[in-house]
């Protein structure tokens, strides 16, 4: 009966072993969906940033675009460094 106790302790920690370790989500030749990338990156800068929207005339978003895109700048960082500008020249 003893032996057959050992047998039974040998066999669950051998297949405790043989379990599965958690994969890495990502692995190459399955690269995340769009959807799945975009969750992963808000939910990453959600942190640090705060999303903001907005609604602006059309025109003047495409203008802007085309600007930023002329001056090598992201519409992100060009909004960014507006907002700061003004926060600093309107600060009590």
């Known amino acids: 009966m003893l032996k057959s ?9 051998m297949s405790d072993q043989n379990e599965k370790k958690e994969k890495r989500e990502y692995r190459k030749g399955e690269p995340l969906t ?3 990338h975009n969750k992963r ?3 990453k800068r959600s942190a640090s940033h705060k999303i903001l929207r907005a609604f602006v005339p059309r025109d003047v ?3 802007f675009k085309q600007v930023c895109h ?3 700048e992201t519409m992100q960082d060009v909004i960014a ?3 700061e500008g ?5 600060r009590e």
Do not use: C, S
Request: zero cysteines; aromatic letters at 14%; proline letters at 0%.
């Open 34 to 36: 769009q959807v799945e």
């Open 70 to 72: 002329a001056r090598g």
């Open 81 to 83: 460094g507006l907002m």
């Open 61 to 63: 978003v495409d203008q």
């Open 86 to 90: 003004y926060v600093e020249e309107f």
């Open 41 to 43: 990156l808000i939910a």
């Open 5 to 13: 106790i050992g047998f039974f302790e040998a066999d669950r920690a």
